[in-house]
């Protein structure tokens, strides 16, 4: 069976938690197309270099947080949904 493409930006700072989301949800069936950001620049230029069906952030960041990610992508405008 082939999977679902997804693209997921990955707000994480620990590569290791980074790759075992996308292995998760690999074995959900989805493709991920993934870019990691671990802080408010990083993930700034990935949110202005592609629209994203899922991001998934770690709450507790060194320099950065859930809630600030949050608000970042508030900022953009864009139609999105928080679960």
């Known amino acids: 069976m082939t999977g679902i493409p997804i693209r997921v930006l990955i707000v994480e700072d620990n590569p290791a ?14 493709c991920p197309e993934r870019a990691a950001g671990a802080d408010r620049g990083e993930m700034q230029a990935a949110l202005d270099a592609a629209q994203w069906d899922l991001i998934l952030s770690d709450y507790m960041l060194p320099r950065f947080s859930g809630l ?4 970042l992508l508030k900022a953009t405008g864009r139609d999105i949904r928080s679960f």
């Open 68 to 71: 600030q990610a949050l608000e």
């Open 17 to 30: 938690d980074a790759e075992l989301l996308e292995l998760q949800a690999g074995e959900g069936r989805l």
